[in-house]
């Protein structure tokens, strides 16, 4: 694209956005440049908010006949560096934090139709006070976007009893690199006029299609809950534990969460007033959420999960466990687990890997990988921690204390995350389980993804997307 066809696009997405509405100046676009890790920083010709999803189709279609590049953006927290533009500075930043309608919730049928710039907690309010929740949460939810979940396929804390993103997505509206609308919004609870359009939009992190709108499935709000911290000797302990909740509990187990110790520790002393739940070292500690949608069936099924814990106490694979007596307590271990994340990564440099294998066999490939990669880079630490119920931990290995920031990642980071793939290949596993691919995992998806299924990628990727001008460089080997 020559400076004449720059000044062409500019004074076209100007025209159609306002002033307010297509950004040029450094101070404007500064803080949607860079990923929320700090790896990636880009370029971009302007930032562009259009406030509907016919603005969206009339810039689409100026880009397209300018060959200008659309890198669409939500709320920028994403972990792969999907919603940063390249160096070049030919790309167009598409916000779509002004898409930010929530429609009225429709109780009969559970159902709301929201805007993609809707954020997270946004939805979570709208819902709750219609007597109603979205099950989806995550530690972002103050920032992340409805468009980003759903281009992503997010996971959270709450897959284990709901499914991901796209398992509540029940329509979908989006742009498509010619400018043109796919709405299927209304949800049908039965169609079979072909492929499933809505679900490969899901999960493709804007390369083929820029979501707009969703219809979203919604679920009773819970009458209680009972949140539960449990000490424990092994990760292979944590999984016998999990087997037991679920054989006892399996429709109102809704979270199992793992943590290692020095995890722990390293969120103890990055929030001053948090304190450990349980007496004593642990190797490893559960946190874990049963729901129930009335107080009489939680009465009852307190009585369950005091046997399963008192039975596991028994059996040693439970050191020591609390339940929470209040819900502020409740909210005070969920705190302690969300902020893995932040105090991590005020520890200084480290090769985050978001990964999956079959359930069955995550204690056991924490338990032997973890040594080999401590092994192989003498000085690092690793860790694992997260969804052991889904058979999905973030999997991050952190520098030697020599380690500097950007070097590191760049030599040795990039060696350790190839050698976490082949171990996650090894064991029949995936190397994102719930972040994307973006630009950070793309080469190493060319390189271990399945050649077969990399191909009809492409191949999708090339037929509805011909000039290559949705979130080029991301996702698609």
Known sequence: MDNSSADGFVAKARALLGEKGFLQSLDDLAPWLTDWRGRYTGKAIGLAAPASTQEVSALVKIC??????????????GMSGGATPDNSGRAVILSLRRLDTIHPVDTETRQVRCDAGVILQNLHEAAEAEGLRFPLTLGG????????????????????RHGTMGAQVLGLEAVLADGSILNTLEPLKKDNRGFDLKQTLIGSEGTLGIVTGATLKLVPQIAERTVIWLGLPSVQAARAVLVAFETAMSEELEGFEIIPSHALTAVLDHLPDARSPVEGEHNWHALVEIVSDTEKHMAQLRE??????????????????????????AEAFWLLRDSISAAEKALGPAMQHDVSVPVAKM??????TIPLVEKRFPGTRGMAFGHLGDGNVHYHVRAPADGVPGNWEEKDGKAISVFVHDLVTQWGGSISAEHGIGQMKREELARVGDPVANAMMRAVKLALDPQGILNPGKLVP
Do not use: C
């Not at 204690?363 to 032997?368: G, K, M, Q, R, S």
């Open 141 to 160: 939810k103050g920032s992340a976007t409805v468009g980003g979940l759903i281009s992503t396929n997010a996971g959270g804390t709450q897959v284990l």
């Open 304 to 329: 369950r999960i005091e046997h399963v814990i008192a039975d596991q106490l028994d059996a040693g694979l439970v050191a020591d466990g609390v339940l929470a007596s209040s819900e502020a307590q």
């Open 363 to 368: 204690a056991d490939f924490v338990a032997e």
């Open 64 to 77: 397209a006949d300018h060959g200008v590049p659309i890198v669409p953006q939500g709320g920028n927290s």
